[in-house]
């Protein structure tokens, strides 16, 4: 999604990890998570740019494998403050797991992506996770997964079907793109082929979703005032075993 945003120069921030591992740039100079977990109020979003690494054209924000500290959700607000101010857009890649950090995010959000594979079993565990997030989010959508093996689809519900069971604006349906998971192998960004189908599907929901432009002055920080650690209880509370689903279960 970072790589086929329109606009250029926007940070991609990553609360689950990993993306650096994905871009081939775990070896890359730059801060991670770990290091902003004392981070507090406002931050520069020009400070928080440069002290990122930068991976084809993307800052990215991942985490430290080699350090297991905890962000706390006060951090994670004072850097997604910082990457939304003055515009552009910021992605976020949450884990499968309730906290007041996830909280804290969740409430920051625009547009959440609820991506569920075209199951039974994956709908059921989506739902109450949907039930939960609706309220938390401005704008819940699902974007379906088919059914079957990668490359051969087959079976299933139908993408409409799944998002009607769920209550939520279908997104579009993520396709199997053979070209992004050879890219995996080498660290080349999935859907950077701009004649791919996953390159067609970001193009397509970036065209759909109108950019909300830059966050008014003093919103990002008031955004999530609740209490993220009582939220991050209540998600845990309502959800279940259905935050951490079994292989091929839906995530946020």
């Known amino acids: 999604m970072a790589v086929l945003h329109p606009e250029s120069g926007n940070p991609s921030v990553s609360l689950g990890g990993g993306l650096d591992v994905l871009l081939g740039g775990e070896q890359a100079e730059g801060l991670r998570w770990p290091a902003f977990a004392r ?3 406002r931050m520069a979003r020009r400070a928080l740019e440069e002290a990122l690494p930068e991976l084809h054209g993307l800052r990215l924000l991942s985490w430290d494998r080699s350090d297991t500290a905890e962000v706390p959700p006060q951090a994670v607000r004072a850097v997604l403050g910082a990457a939304r ?5 910021v992605v ?4 499968r ?11 920051q959000l625009d547009l959440a992506l609820l991506v569920v594979p075209a199951e039974l079993r994956a709908v059921a565990a989506a ?3 949907a039930a939960v997030l609706a309220p938390e989010v401005r704008d819940l959508r699902v974007a ?6 990668p490359g051969a689809p087959g079976g299933g519900l139908a993408p409409d079907a799944v998002a009607a069971l769920l209550g939520l604006d279908l997104a579009g349906v993520v396709p199997y793109d053979p070209a992004a998971v050879e890219a995996q192998e080498t660290g080349t960004p999935p859907g950077s082929g701009p004649r791919g189908p996953l390159a067609r599907f970001c193009r397509e929901l970036w065209g759909r979703v109108a950019s909300p432009g830059p966050v008014p002055e003093g919103e990002a920080e008031a955004r ?8 991050g209880d209540l998600f845990r509370a309502a959800l279940g ?9 839906a995530a946020a």
Request: glycine content about 20%; proline content about 10%.
């Open 241 to 249: 075993d259905a935050w951490v689903p079994a292989p091929g279960g």
């Open 224 to 231: 999530g005032r609740e209490e993220p650690a009582r939220r």
């Open 85 to 89: 101010r003055g515009g552009g857009t």
């Open 127 to 129: 739902r109450r996770m």
């Open 92 to 95: 976020v890649d949450l884990p």
């Open 39 to 41: 981070s507090r109020g």
């Open 97 to 107: 797991r309730a906290g007041g950090e996830v909280a804290e995010a969740l409430a």
């Open 144 to 149: 379906v997964r088919p059914a079957g093996t």
